[in-house]
């Protein structure tokens, strides 16, 4: 009788029940809604239950996603970005980021990683690079999925002990080092040396437009604050993010105006006063430019 059934069953729920039995030993995390902007995760591997956000996330570690199964989509930014099954995925969580749709039955992997630690990897630098300017980069070679899905599972399990986290933090590194490896490289381009005191100082200027957007805010304000002359703040920060101060910062009180507009019943003159614009007229200009249609439209379309 024994001799009829099917071994790749029995190998199938034996491997069921084992990840049945890890997922229920693992504290399953989910996106808390109450928690304060900028506030800090720190360094985790954890699992996660994909859930609708309410509100968009910002904080100053990296982001790593891993989806067993399925997908998610993130409003990020201003753009709706797919996070696809089996691929790695990075990006700096000082971007807002928010789940809008996601088609998964299984928790995923999330880690993070404080930004200054980031850093002190020193990984390649166009790797950095575009990691500073807010994209969400993913593994190109798919080859590596089983790999991922691997080592996830035991960093999350890792994280009970001092010693194993030291591992992980190792193998993680090395992870993202062969990561930047697979990205394309233009060889008409001599790449230049990461500065990390200079991206140290950009860091600073990204938190503090953050944290102070919605207030009156202008170039020199924001250079006192970080302790540089004003040209000099703008000319590191367009280096590093590819456009001056003036427009990241218009551009963060328009990507939160977004986001109003989709997830609120807001008045349209109220998010323009709680986005930090102090006339309406303004405003909409800089909402038109960017988008291509007024803030009414928008709502309208999405």
């Given at each position: 009788?024994?001799?009829?059934?099917?071994?790749?069953?029995?190998?199938?729920?034996?491997?069921?029940?084992?990840?049945?039995?890890?997922?229920?030993?693992?504290?399953?995390?989910?996106?808390?809604?109450?928690?304060?902007?900028?506030?800090?995760?720190?360094?985790?591997?954890?699992?996660?239950?994909?859930?609708?956000?309410?509100?968009?996330?910002?904080?100053?570690?990296?982001?790593?996603?891993?989806?067993?199964?399925?997908?998610?989509?993130?409003?990020?930014?201003?753009?709706?970005?797919?996070?696809?099954?089996?691929?790695?995925?990075?990006?700096?969580?000082?971007?807002?980021?928010?789940?809008?749709?996601?088609?998964?039955?299984?928790?995923?992997?999330?880690?993070?990683?404080?930004?200054?630690?980031?850093?002190?990897?020193?990984?390649?630098?166009?790797?950095?690079?575009?990691?500073?300017?807010?994209?969400?980069?993913?593994?190109?070679?798919?080859?590596?999925?089983?790999?991922?899905?691997?080592?996830?599972?035991?960093?999350?399990?890792?994280?009970?002990?001092?010693?194993?986290?030291?591992?992980?933090?190792?193998?993680?590194?090395?992870?993202?080092?062969?990561?930047?490896?697979?990205?394309?490289?233009?060889?008409?381009?001599?790449?230049?040396?990461?500065?990390?005191?200079?991206?140290?100082?950009?860091?600073?200027?990204?938190?503090?437009?953050?944290q102070h957007y919605h207030n009156q805010?202008?170039?020199?304000?924001?250079?006192?604050?970080?302790?540089?002359?004003?040209?000099?703040?703008?000319?590191?920060?367009?280096?590093?993010?590819?456009?001056?101060?003036?427009?990241?910062?218009?551009?963060?009180?328009?990507?939160?105006?977004?986001?109003?507009?989709?997830?609120?019943?807001?008045?349209?003159?109220?998010?323009?006063?709680?986005?930090?614009?102090?006339?309406?007229?303004?405003?909409?200009?800089?909402?038109?430019?960017?988008?291509?249609?007024?803030?009414?439209?928008?709502?309208?379309?999405?």
């Amino acid at each position: 009788m024994f001799n009829n059934v099917n071994l790749a069953s029995i190998f199938n729920i034996n491997h069921l029940f084992s990840q049945y039995i890890m997922l229920k030993s693992e504290i399953i995390k989910q996106f808390d809604e109450s928690r304060d902007e900028l506030k800090p995760y720190g360094l985790t591997f954890e699992l996660w239950s994909p859930s609708l956000m309410r509100r968009a996330d910002r904080h100053n570690e990296i982001e790593i996603n891993y989806i067993p199964e399925g997908n998610l989509t993130y409003l990020f930014q201003d753009k709706k970005i797919s996070i696809r099954e089996r691929k790695l995925t990075v990006f700096w969580g000082l971007f807002s980021h928010q789940i809008v749709d996601y088609q998964i039955t299984t928790p995923y992997y999330v880690c993070t990683i404080p930004f200054s630690q980031f850093l002190k990897w020193k990984l390649p630098s166009r790797f950095v690079d575009n990691i500073l300017k807010g994209e969400v980069l993913y593994e190109k070679d798919e080859n590596y999925a089983l790999y991922d899905e691997f080592l996830f599972e035991n960093w999350t399990k890792d994280m009970n002990s001092d010693q194993t986290v030291k591992v992980s933090q190792l193998e993680l590194h090395a992870r993202l080092i062969r990561m930047a490896e697979n990205m394309p490289v233009n060889n008409d381009i001599n790449e230049p040396p990461v500065n990390f005191k200079v991206v140290n100082q950009v860091e600073k200027i990204a938190i503090y437009i953050a944290q102070h957007y919605h207030n009156q805010l202008k170039v020199y304000d924001i250079g006192a604050a970080i302790g540089l002359h004003p040209d000099y703040a703008n000319t590191i920060f367009k280096k590093a993010f590819g456009c001056t101060l003036n427009e990241y910062l218009i551009e963060t009180r328009i990507s939160h105006a977004q986001r109003k507009l989709v997830t609120t019943t807001m008045n349209i003159t109220n998010i323009a006063y709680d986005c930090g614009f102090n006339s309406i007229s303004r405003f909409n200009a800089a909402f038109l430019k960017i988008n291509g249609c007024t803030p009414r439209e928008f709502r309208k379309r999405y």
